[in-house]
């Protein structure tokens, strides 16, 4: 079993930047692929970042590409997503997800694991 808690979402104006964090229970969090997928009200939820197990391959989709960056401290049983110039179009519920598998898929239905969410906010 593993539990995921994610902070760091808030209000913040365009072009600026947000680091979320993702701490995670259990001493198996390094055979884990994780991912981050956000949610609009009304919209469906989508994948913006994905990392493997061992952290050496990364994935997005082109809507983030550049802008967003996934790691992973598998010491600290945290990962992360650094977002910079972010946009109003950005602005939706984020949650981090845990797959026991090491690798990465965009489809949400096929992890394991989901955290609360945090609001992550880009207004002015």
């Known amino acids: 079993q593993v539990q995921l808690v994610e902070s760091g979402g808030e209000l913040v104006q365009p072009g600026g930047s947000l680091r979320l964090s993702c701490a995670a229970s259990?001493?198996?969090?390094?055979?884990?692929?994780m991912g981050w997928f956000r949610q609009a009200p009304g919209k469906e939820r989508l994948f913006v970042a994905g990392?493997?197990?061992?952290?050496?391959?990364?994935y997005y989709p082109d809507s983030v590409k550049g802008r967003f960056t996934i790691s992973r401290d598998n010491a600290k049983n945290t990962v992360f997503l650094q977002m910079n110039n972010l946009k109003p179009e950005d602005t939706a519920v984020y949650y981090c997800?845990?797959?026991?598998?090491?690798?990465?898929?965009?489809?949400?239905?096929?992890?394991?694991?989901w955290g609360q969410g945090t609001q992550v906010t880009v207004s002015s």
């Open positions: 997800a845990a797959r026991s598998v090491p690798t990465v898929v965009a489809d949400g239905s096929r992890y394991d694991y």
């Open positions: 259990g001493r198996t969090f390094s055979t884990y692929a």
């Open positions: 990392i493997t197990a061992s952290g050496i391959s990364t």
